[in-house]
């Protein structure tokens, strides 16, 4: 059996989908889970309750932890330890391996422009501390011996249907509605993006390899990415739509999150988007032969799926 921790979700689904080249035996755990594939197990549960966690992940040979909490500090400081340990004491208890998709807030801003799985580690924000955290507790049971654990962590991500991602909100669903897209800070700085359906399958790849545990791998990114600008041209030509964007500075960022929380939580992770972000993955293309999918390939089906709707 091998179980999602937060199936519902961009990336849960993504794996479930690829998980069948590896498994007929898929458990999908979540507050509402429901079926991917024809033949897989749906397990209600609550992450932050441990006897629920313990229960859904009885005799579960892997466990994918995918789920997100609210996009709010706060929650992510209460909750997140919490659903870790639930997690990890489950894993330890029926001698589940882990497997933790993780992202990259608690790298130093100074290395925005190249990270790679060695870059330091020194969050400014909250919510990179919590992730600096969180990461810890996996890696630590490890090394204690106590489960087998790895870390899958992704680039801020996009992919067909995928409408919670900042490149799908602010670029993708305003072209489609005739509007100007939005990008934050600077237009002009290269911005890499993880293609969720590579993002699935590389996230299957690990959880089924031995030799993948104990380590952090950064999931498969395409290498050279587009500028804002060159984002929104390229889904304003596939949409057929209007290439206009208005950016978004720090001024403008705090004033609206007066009036729009998500955009008040944003505000402590602008450095992300002020400077060149590049994430590489060069070490898992490596070792597994994995050709990430190229942003234009990538465009195009986004942008027919959102056309669709």
Known sequence: MQTILGAGGSIGIELALALPKYTNKIRLVGRRPRQVNAFDETFRADLLDPVQVMRAMKGTEVAYLTAGLKYD???????????MRNVITACKEHS????????M???????????????????????????????????????????KALIARSADFYGPGIRNSVLGMSVVD??????????????????????????????????????AFGKVWHLPTAPDPLTGEEWVQAFAEEMGARAG????????????????????EFRELTYQWDRDYIFDSTQFERRFSFRPTPYAEGIRAVAAAAQKH
């Open 96 to 103: 589940t391996r882990l497997v933790f998709f993780d992202n």
């Open 245 to 264: 964007v208005t950016v978004a500075g720090q001024t403008m960022i705090r004033l609206l999150g007066m009036f729009i929380p998500v955009l008040k």
């Open 105 to 147: 807030y608690m790298y130093d801003p100074s290395v925005m422009g190249h990270m790679t799985e060695e870059s330091p580690v020194a969050p400014v924000s909250r919510k990179g501390k919590v992730r600096q955290q969180v990461a810890d507790m996996v890696m630590e049971a490890h090394a204690k011996g106590e489960v």
């Open 73 to 83: 500090s706060e929650e992510w400081e209460a909750f997140w330890p919490l659903l």
């Open 174 to 211: 305003r072209l489609a509605r005739g509007k100007k897209a939005q990008w934050f800070c600077s237009a002009r700085h290269k911005h890499s993006f993880t293609y969720t359906p590579d993002a699935g399958r590389a996230t299957a790849i690990l959880g089924n390899e031995s030799t």
